[in-house]
């Protein structure tokens, strides 16, 4: 079946940093790109829309200079979060979806462990 | 605006117990697409099952069923004889449009004791 990589599964790093986290498609063609956040305890919430190509759709409430997506492939995804804080700590997963081919559902990546010092 | 409600925050059964897990969704949309996925402790998100809206019929898979009813917007989903190994949280998500953005309630966290 069709594989969603995110890597890294896991980053620690100091505040001020920034972070890349990659989403890759392995074995089809994503023409659209979805990052969710997750905070402890808490539901996956939307932050943007990413269609290959073009600039992506930021949910409500998100900054997009905090939170840079990047989708210059029908394969990887980027969601650069840049100057990361304390309070930028979460689960952050992707999910891809050939979205012109209606028997593929949305296929997520594992989700990558934020956690900001 | 699309809303998927799972009231039960959490819930505690012992091993063997059949469980059910409520989740009740709004949308003015008349094709939707529902889905049910499990989030182990180790983070990922495991699918297991969509439903469009023109098919009510109720599906077994296993220890697994669901139970899809338009007329009170809910698709419920029950455990058979359930096993530790089900323990993890599960979300209920909704899209107008297959392919498209989820929504997701706020998900059950299932404990099953030994």
């Known amino acids: 079946g069709a594989v969603v990589s995110q890597h890294p599964s896991r980053v620690i790093c100091k505040s001020g940093t920034s972070v890349k986290i990659e989403c890759r498609s392995l074995?089809?063609?994503?023409?659209?790109m979805f990052w969710y956040r997750q905070f402890p305890k808490q539901s996956l919430m939307l932050m943007a829309t990413?269609?290959?190509?073009?600039?992506?759709?930021?949910e409500q409430g998100v900054e997009k200079d905090k939170f840079l997506i990047n989708h210059a492939s029908l394969t990887l995804s980027t969601l650069t979060v840049t100057s990361a804080h304390p309070e930028d700590s979460s689960f952050y997963i992707c999910?891809?979806?050939?979205?012109?081919?209606?028997?593929?559902?949305?296929?997520f990546g594992d989700g990558t462990r934020l956690s900001i010092l | 605006a699309q809303k998927v409600t799972q009231a039960q925050t959490e819930i505690s059964v012992v091993e063997k117990e059949d469980v059910t897990l409520d989740c009740v969704y709004e949308?003015?949309?008349?094709?939707?697409?529902l889905f049910w996925y499990k989030q182990p402790p180790s983070g990922e998100l495991v699918f297991l099952i969509r439903?469009?809206?023109?098919?009510?019929q109720n599906e077994i898979s296993g220890r697994y069923s669901w139970n899809f009813q338009k007329s009170t917007s809910s698709f419920n989903f029950t455990i058979t004889a359930s096993q530790v190994v089900d323990s993890a949280v599960y979300f209920c998500?909704?899209?107008?449009?297959?392919?498209?953005?989820?929504?997701f309630g706020a998900g059950t966290i299932l404990r099953v004791k030994s």
């Open positions: 990413s269609n290959e190509g073009s600039k992506a759709t930021y």
């Open positions: 949308t003015r949309d008349t094709t939707y697409y």
């Open positions: 998500a909704l899209t107008m449009e297959y392919g498209n953005k989820l929504v």
């Open positions: 439903r469009n809206s023109f098919d009510e």
């Open positions: 999910s891809a979806t050939m979205a012109r081919d209606i028997n593929q559902p949305q296929h």
């Open positions: 074995d089809f063609q994503a023409t659209t």
